[in-house]
T-cell receptor, first 112, second 113 residues
Framework: AQTVTQSQPEMSVQEAETVTLSCTYDTSENNYYLFWYKQPPSRQMILVIRQEAYKQQNATENRFSVNFQKAAKSFSLKISDSQLGDTAMYFCAFMGRPKLVFGQGTRLTINP | ETGVTQTPRHLVMGMTNKKSLKCEQHLGHNAMYWYKQSAKKPLELMFVYNFKEQTENNSVPSRFSPECPNSSHLFLHLHTLQPEDSALYLC????????????FGPGTRLLVL
């Protein structure tokens, strides 16, 4: 069974700093998808970024980028120029066949 | 945030009550999901529907009964729940099951007394 591990339960950085959230996963599949979702306090879970495993190029979305290391089964999220609105729970998720499996989440706080 | 809606947003029920959670998606998707989000636990997939047909039941107790009358609506019928069923129940939808992104609703915060 696939598992997703987020080793940082909580992180805190100052506004405008860069922060990296780590995620590792375990699978025997070769074709799969990886996601980072953001869940602000008392608000809806929204997609931050998505990566197809067959693509070698790391996905980017404005200030958000990933470092996808397929051999190491690692999928970290980098947030550049962090903003107060980035404060949220961040979930790493793996999609194989056919389920979406989530990690435990990292609570990120951006301090002014 | 109106792509996937859920009602009610909050629900308190006794263990002998029967209630239903509703989810509606306005994205033209074909697949819908129920997840359970408990404190200090990863999101747990409960059910998957694709084109109104259930494709996944993740060993969910029978006191949770899903219903999918069409591709836009998904219900979760609740009866004789236990206090440990208290959680945030999230609905999601996606275009299909082939790796498409899932879009989530705001959730129903359920408290079972």
């Amino acid at each position: 069974a696939q598992t997703v591990t987020q080793s940082q339960p909580e992180m805190s950085v100052q506004e405008a700093e860069t922060v990296t959230l780590s995620c590792t996963y375990d699978t025997s599949e070769n074709n799969y998808y990886l996601f980072w979702y953001k869940q602000p306090p008392s608000r809806q879970m929204i997609l931050v970024i998505r990566q197809e495993a067959y693509k070698q190029q790391n996905a980017t979305e404005n200030r958000f980028s990933v470092n996808f290391q397929k051999a190491a089964k690692s999928f970290s999220l980098k947030i550049s120029d962090s903003q107060l609105g980035d404060t949220a729970m961040y979930f790493c998720a793996f999609m194989g066949r056919p389920k979406l499996v989530f990690g435990q989440g990292t609570r990120l706080t951006i301090n002014p | 945030e109106t792509g996937v809606t859920q009602t009610p947003r909050h629900l308190v029920m006794g263990m002998t009550n029967k209630k239903s959670l509703k989810c509606e998606q306005h994205l033209g998707h074909n697949a819908m999901y129920w997840y359970k989000q408990s404190a200090k636990k990863p999101l747990e997939l409960m059910f998957v529907y694709n084109f109104k047909e259930q494709t996944e039941n993740n060993s969910v107790p029978s006191r949770f009964s899903p219903e999918c009358p069409n591709s836009s609506h998904l219900f979760l019928h609740l009866h004789t729940l236990q206090p440990e069923d208290s959680a945030l129940y999230l609905c999601a939808s996606s275009q299909g099951l082939a790796g498409e992104t899932q879009y989530f609703g705001p959730g129903t915060r359920l408290l079972v007394l």
